[in-house]
């Protein structure tokens, strides 16, 4: 990957990060300590808790997937949760394999990127969906919340990501609203701009949320592209 220092300037981005800590922001801090109980999923009302929580916050709408429009299996997240998501032992153990890992390096990212497809096609099965984007976007906001290590796939971060990396800059749309990049090349993406920034190769979950936060800022426009 080739990254335009046009765009993500080293010295911009430590300006931001003395302006504003994402991972200890008053809506991300209570989501991190709901995610420390009970992680091993064997209490489905905090798990429930957890799902309407990333749904309402993150407006991830999950709740369109429910109802007769969708699936007449699933009435609801509740529906949802209770009979099926976590009884199933592939998606439980991907979500338990990150239990207890607390920095991200080339193996550890490795198990995200797995933990989120796997999350993501038992969404896009259950949910008779063809397109990944919706499920994919949950899965990793669900996954972050339950383990750091985890980026976060959003279509506002996709664009930054592609604005600031040549090799990806011709996967933005026309309306420049939104990018088509797999999960896997998001995330590698990430990690990327994590070493570009940071150096080395081992990082932490503040790391990793506070870059979020800042390609957020970047695509809406409350930081502006650094011009050196």
């Known amino acids: 990957m080739k990254l335009d220092e046009s765009r993500f300037s080293s010295k911009h ?28 999923h064997e209490n489905n009302e905090v798990t429930r808790t957890k799902w309407h929580y990333v749904n309402r916050i993150y407006s991830t709408r999950l709740a369109s997937y429910f109802g007769k429009n969708r699936n007449n299996d699933y009435k609801s997240i509740d529906d949802y949760i209770e009979r099926s998501v976590f009884n199933r032992g592939d998606i439980l153990q991907c979500v338990k394999s990150l239990n207890n890992i607390n920095y991200i390096d080339e193996n550890t990212l490795k198990k995200a990127i797995k933990s989120v497809e796997v999350f993501r096609d038992t969404l896009k099965e259950d949910f008779k969906t063809k397109t990944g984007v919706g499920p994919t976007s949950f899965s990793s906001k669900y996954l972050h919340f339950h383990s750091g290590i985890v980026p976060i796939y ?46 080395g190769v081992l990082f932490l979950p503040q790391q990793m949320k506070n870059l979020d936060g800042y390609l957020h800022a970047l695509y809406e426009g409350r930081v502006q592209w650094p011009t050196s």
Not at 155 to 175: F, G, L, P, Q
């Open 13 to 40: 981005f430590r300006e931001f990060l003395n302006q504003e800590d994402n991972y200890n922001h008053t809506w991300n801090r209570p989501l991190y300590d709901l995610f420390r109980i009970d992680s091993e």
């Open 154 to 199: 959003d279509k506002n971060a996709r664009v930054s990501v592609c604005w600031v990396i040549e090799d990806y800059r011709e996967r933005i749309n026309a309306k420049q609203d939104d990018a088509k990049l797999s999960y896997k090349e998001y995330a590698d993406a990430v990690f990327f701009l994590l070493q570009s920034y940071f150096g």
